[in-house]
């Protein structure tokens, strides 16, 4: 049946009702004094976000902090209100440290759900104090200690296995893209910490079925489509609860982990009731589920929901940090090779010595500092608030402000990447990949400008009761990984141009090609 004169006239004075309520509602908004990123770079109908997402990471920040400074305006789209960037360290600070009064924006969460459950990535609230509180014992300096043969041992496999294939060709070096191969390692390493599964370094058929969705989505996420998904269910949440396959249908990693993990949970529980000395995550929680009797205790879904996402969140991110800074090291040979003298000085790698070693320490900020895996964040006031700046900022109306109010539902962007980038703070070199900085006396900026995460003085992690809580894990994968990688082989550019968006997390794409970067490889 087509649309009858009458069904056009509601359809379109609901839509004038909706601009006459945005605009009204616009004209009392206390963030309007606030300057905006340029027009032209905004759509008409999605707003500012459609330049973020068309360029590289972070560039759009980087550009728009370079004129108005770190704390900005953005159009929203659909005519939704306009978006904080709060960029600065005071005005990140201050949303993240009270992380119950800014919750995350409720865009993501229903992708969330889908790609890897409700678990602490998704809980907000008392559910998200609970489960946080709950989970803590699988992240303990001790058990990450206890992880870290098993992180060992997946790094060794995948410098066997380049070591093998360089052989194999009966040459000097090889030139292949490195992703799938360090992708495949941080799986492997995830599935054993996370559950004492073995991925059998990308062969097995789930972590094929992993590896394919997960590209696919990447693929995905620089298509219209994937651009779109986000903002349309972000701004008409009641979209999500429509009875489409494609919508309710969960992600194949969060399918794969939960089914391992439900398939694992009566042995691992029958074993903890006997010796209780299992060191993977899902053994830990299990114990500490035992110890509590019941009360108090995670429920099974919750454990079960929250392993599923260590896989997701776990693996992605760390293997993308790592290759992005092998790429570096390809890029800077002088630092490459101090990085190998280091290592190869060690008569062994052990916890301690790998995590005490000064200049692979400084690569690792550096290379999580410049390269950071998720780098941005959304949060939602809860309620009205006033948010402080680091340094007076001017408005659209000349005047000086130290902080700015907002009403209860304004949406703030934190722009992680752009602040860990930011040469206001880090100075002219901001944009160049340079460990020293980080051993030199004086190569940092006052503490006091820079972001208070866990490590490395960045934004990386994030801070508060939501920072990232398997950073320590990351950041012994990431030194075990490079340790592994640098003392035995030798990384080259290979004079491609590899290019860096996001699709789900930070990924780096070559000639067009999703998931691809390219390194000449041989023998140290
Ligand atoms: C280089 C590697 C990693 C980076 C850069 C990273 C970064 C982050 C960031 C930025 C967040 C906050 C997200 C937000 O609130 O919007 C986060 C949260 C989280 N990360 Fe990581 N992460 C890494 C590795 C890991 C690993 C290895 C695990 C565990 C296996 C993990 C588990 C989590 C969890 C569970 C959360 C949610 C915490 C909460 O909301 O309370 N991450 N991560």
Known sequence: MS?????????????????VIRYVQYLREPIRSVCCAPREDAHWLWGH???VWKEEVSKKYLEWTSILGPVYRIKAPFFQRDVLVAGDNASSSHVLQNAYRYEKAPAFLPITVKLVGRG????????????????????TVSAVRGMQDDVSECAEKLVAGIKKTIHARNDESITTNIEPLVASATLDIVGRIAFGHDFCNGESSEAKAISEAWHKDVKMGRTMAGFLAPVVIGAFPFINHLPIPALQKDGVTKTIALKIA??????????????????????????????????????DWELLENISTFIMVGHETTS??????????????EVQWKLRQELQELNEFTPDNISNLPYLDAVTKEGLRMHAASPRTDRIALVDDVIPLSKPMTTTSGEKITSIPIKAGQIIQIPT???????????????QFQPERFITPGGLPAVDQLPHGPYGNSGTFIEGPRTCIGWRLAVMEFKVLLAHLVRDLVFEDTGKRVEEYIAGTLQAFCEGEAAHLPLKISLA
């Open 120 to 139: 602490v990535v998704w809980a907000h609230g008392d559910v998200h104090k609970h489960q946080r509180r709950l989970i803590s014992p699988a992240f």
């Open 262 to 299: 439900a398939d694992m949970l009566k042995e691992h529980r029958a074993r903890e009731k006997v010796d209780g000395e299992g060191r993977d995550m899902l053994s830990i929680l299990v114990r500490d589920q035992l110890n509590r009797k019941g009360e108090d205790a995670l429920e």
């Open 320 to 333: 993308c940090s790592v290759i992005f800074t092998l790429l570096e090291l390809a890029r800077h040979p």
């Open 49 to 51: 976000e459609f330049s």
């Open 3 to 19: 649309p009858t004169f009458l069904d056009v006239g509601i359809a379109s004075g609901c839509v004038a009702l909706y601009l």
């Open 417 to 431: 990447g752009c602040i860990n980038l930011n040469p206001d703070v880090w100075g002219r070199d901001a944009g």
